[in-house]
């Protein structure tokens, strides 16, 4: 019987998320090479976000093999021009719903980090509130819980009001943020628009902090932060920063998912 042709990743990118993915797909049985070698993988894994001008990416492209395949993070628009006309298959991982609940995890342990080194009080008893209740604010209120933190979440919808309310939080909707948000000493955003403005941010007491862990633009305005003196921390790929390793492993898991649904796995 004819031996199976191993299949090539060339792996794009020397941060540690990189390299723990790469090393999780060596160990499922794939071949890793280093960008320099990418004319000879049969899939290439680009790091996130994946813009046209990330890592060289039209230099990459043209040096792939025709008929590869791509993965990458936040792909933009540009990107995805440049792979088709360079006849590159082109996936977005972040797309899987399996690697954006996981990645909610690491997510949610480096905002507590944060919220312990920004701080001299305890996060049991003491009084925060996250707003919305997504994929990460439900995994960061599990956590601030299990603390004993005092949690309040405010989010537009009924049903996660309720939902939160059914796992012990306290709930408001985003109309009434303006009457809770004088008594917190920590406020998390996890929502992609515009929540904190100057009226909200000059209601919080000179200790308070503030954390937004929503995808640019986010949702507190940091300039109007700064002029009022509000401590407001712009937390952007918390788990590349606080758990490469996971992180990684966690965006080869969802490759290889892809992989498998294409009928092209080991």
């Not at 995890?105 to 980090?113: K, L």
Request: hydrophobic content about 50%; proline content about 4%.
């Amino acid at each position: 019987m004819a031996k199976t042709k191993p299949k090539i990743f060339a792996v794009i990118g020397e941060d540690a998320r990189q390299v723990a993915a790469g090393e999780y797909l060596r160990r499922k049985g794939y071949v890793v090479l280093e960008a320099e070698d990418v004319y000879q993988a049969d899939y290439v894994l680009m790091p996130m976000p994946l813009s046209a001008d990330r890592a060289g990416f039209a230099r990459l492209l043209r040096a792939a093999k025709p008929g590869a395949l791509a993965f990458g993070g936040k792909v933009s628009e540009e990107a995805r021009a440049a792979a088709q006309a360079a006849h590159i298959g082109l996936e977005d991982y972040l797309e899987r719903e399996e690697l954006a609940q996981l990645n909610a995890v690491p997510t949610a342990e480096g905002c507590i980090a944060l919220i312990l080194q920004n701080r001299t009080k305890t996060i049991w008893r003491s009084p925060m509130l996250v707003l919305g209740y997504g994929r990460c604010g439900q995994a960061l209120v599990r956590r601030l819980m299990a603390l004993d933190a005092k949690v309040t979440v405010a989010v537009r919808d009924a049903g996660q009001r309720a939902q939160a309310v059914a796992q012990g939080c306290n709930a408001v909707s985003l109309d009434e943020l303006n009457q809770v948000l004088p008594t917190m000493e920590v406020v998390v955003n996890t929502i992609p628009a515009t929540v904190l403005e100057e009226e909200q941010l000059a209601m919080l007491s000179a200790a308070s902090l503030v954390i937004d862990l929503a995808s640019l633009p986010g949702g507190v305005d940091l300039d109007a932060a700064n002029r009022l003196g509000v401590r407001a921390i712009r937390a952007l790929s918390l788990p590349a920063r606080c758990a490469p390793i996971t992180a990684g492993e966690f965006v080869a898991q969802a490759v290889i998912a892809m992989l498998n649904e294409r009928g092209e796995g080991v």
